[in-house]
């Protein structure tokens, strides 16, 4: 997994609290800066799809281990 500069422990909130919580995480970020998502509700994988086209982040990466969804986001 890539660096990055900060992590989001979403693990056991259900939608939209994953959402809502990386939107006021990557509000307190810097332009290029990464955030490490770790969720663990399936339906976050269409979620922060969605979110980063709707936002103009980069959703870098969105990969599965051990049943927790892991996401690397870089703030536009």
């Not at 693990?11 to 998502?37: D, F, W, Y």
């Not at 770790?38 to 051990?66: C, H, W, Y």
């Amino acid at each position: 997994m890539a660096d990055f500069d900060q992590e989001l422990d979403a693990s056991g909130l259900n939608c939209p609290l994953p959402i809502l919580r990386a939107k006021k995480t990557l509000a307190g970020m810097e332009s290029g800066q990464v955030l490490h998502i770790i969720a663990t509700d399936p339906g976050s994988v269409k979620d922060f799809d969605a979110f980063a086209k709707q936002t103009g982040n980069e959703l870098m990466e969105s990969r599965e281990d051990g049943g927790k969804f892991l996401f690397l986001i870089k703030k536009s």
